[in-house]
């Protein structure tokens, strides 16, 4: 056993990461881990898509079409909280594979509900298990990747969301290019196809988070997970790390003292008034965008005269350059700088749809205002995403850094659960 003097000589974890670099080992787990929010994006443009039908076939009222939506962000909420605890009781790498096994199972079940009340118990179990993959993989990605290229893999995380709706968009296509009839069930049925393929790449490919076995003492298993990421990325340095001076208390409480003791961090007087903020940030930045991907795919099939589905596409695409350019911002500027930016992009972009969507006498100025706006919402959402997100990545320490992010996304789901409800309301 080495002595402490030899010991202190060691790296930390977080250093051998650094000195491991970025490289395929990474890529391989932004895909596999990351998969999470690309059944998310698939998801979400689905069901809100096939809303106006589902209330046709179902003569569902106002409320209970938006509520078909709603629970789905009510359990994508509900699990986001949940998903500190059972990251920390259970392991970060088996939050994201229930997360899998949910979305593929429950999706399922959906197109065969025979009832409204079925399919919102379904769909809720959909959102639960999509709230529990999402934070867990935002702590996995924060803790084998180089500090210098955090943002780099928030940015490629939040394309995969981007992935996923380009998929929907492909299956609303081939189904009815004019959303106005579409068969719900298949499309569900389709859009559950990617989890259950991530599922069975995952189990075998994605390796537990080193920080995790570290935090329950699971030395040796750690310098496992750093040495198969030091060959595949090619990095000849030693992979043993100096150990925490007591071991961590989390692999003996049980799931009621896990959150609570998470609770104490992130709560706490250092960390309370940045939650809060991020919180606040994720409820903006959610509303505008969920509220407008529920709304897109019905307003589009009023506003263009035909192909709304090719738009949705197209949306989709316009995501990525909002993805890069968060990246570009937030590795050159301060945090709060790039926020600001992101902030009057959006409420710029929201006027111009506004002004486009009035367009009563088809004037091409008015068009270019509608299009303007509408990819600029979907550029400034992700620009959004990328930043607010990394910046809930690097406040909390990794014992409560998957709860901290759950309670982040949390407040984001909040609004998300809103935005259907308004738009019905209105």
């Known amino acids: 056993m080495a002595s402490p003097a030899n010991s202190q000589d060691k790296p930390t974890l977080g250093e051998v990461i650094d000195m491991i670099g970025m490289g395929p080992a990474q890529i391989r787990a932004g ?42 962000y009510t359990g994508l909420m509900v699990g986001n ?99 106005k009839h579409l068969d719900w069930r298949r499309i569900i049925q389709m859009g559950a196809v990617p989890p259950l393929l991530l599922l069975c790449l995952s189990a075998p490919f994605l390796h537990q988070s080193p920080s995790y076995l570290q935090l329950k003492g699971r030395h040796a298993e750690a310098m496992l997970v750093l040495d ?27 799931f009621l003292g896990v959150l609570q003791r998470q609770g104490q961090i992130i709560l706490g007087s250092k960390l309370l ?7 606040f940030s994720c409820f903006i930045t959610n509303l505008s965008y969920f509220g407008s991907l529920y709304a897109f795919p019905q307003v589009l099939s009023d506003l263009v005269d035909k192909g709304a589905a090719k738009q949705l596409f197209l949306g ?11 990246c570009f911002l937030g590795m050159l500027y ?31 100025a008015f068009d270019v205002c509608l299009f303007t706006g509408y990819y600029g919402v979907k550029m400034a959402a992700q620009l959004g995403f990328v930043l607010v997100y990394q910046v809930a990545n690097e406040i909390y320490p990794a014992e409560a850094r998957t709860l901290g992010c759950g309670v982040c996304l949390a407040g984001g789901r909040l609004a998300a659960m809103l935005g259907p409800l308004f738009f019905e309301g209105f």
């Open 31 to 72: 895909l596999l881990g990351g998969g999470v929010w690309m059944a998310d994006g698939a998801e979400l443009l689905l069901i809100g898509s096939v809303a106006d039908t589902l209330s046709r076939e179902w003569e569902l009222s106002r409320f209970l079409k938006g509520f078909v939506v709603t629970i789905v």
């Open 81 to 179: 909280i949940a998903s500190g605890p059972v990251g920390v009781r259970f392991g970060r790498r088996e939050a994201v594979l229930t997360s899998y096994f949910c979305i593929f199972c429950f999706s399922i079940l959906s197109s065969t509900a025979s009832c409204i009340g079925f399919l919102l118990a379904w769909r809720f179990v959909v959102g639960f298990g999509i709230g529990v993959g999402q934070p867990a993989w935002m702590a996995i990605a924060s803790e084998i990747t180089p500090s210098r290229c955090r943002i780099l893999t928030a940015a490629i995380t939040q394309s995969l969301f981007s992935v996923g709706e380009i998929y929907a968009a492909f299956l609303l296509q081939i189904d009815d290019p004019s959303l």
């Open 228 to 254: 198969s990421m030091r060959r595949d990325n090619g990095a000849e340095v030693s992979v043993d790390f100096r150990l925490p001076p007591q071991p961590s208390p989390a692999a003996s409480e049980n």
């Open 273 to 279: 008034f940045p939650t809060f903020a991020v919180a």
């Open 316 to 326: 989709a695409l316009w995501e990525m350059p909002g993805i890069v350019l968060g």
């Open 334 to 364: 301060p945090r709060i700088t790039s926020l600001k930016f992101y902030l009057t992009m959006l409420a710029t972009v929201l006027l111009l749809f506004i002004v486009g969507g009035n367009n009563r006498d088809r004037h091409w």
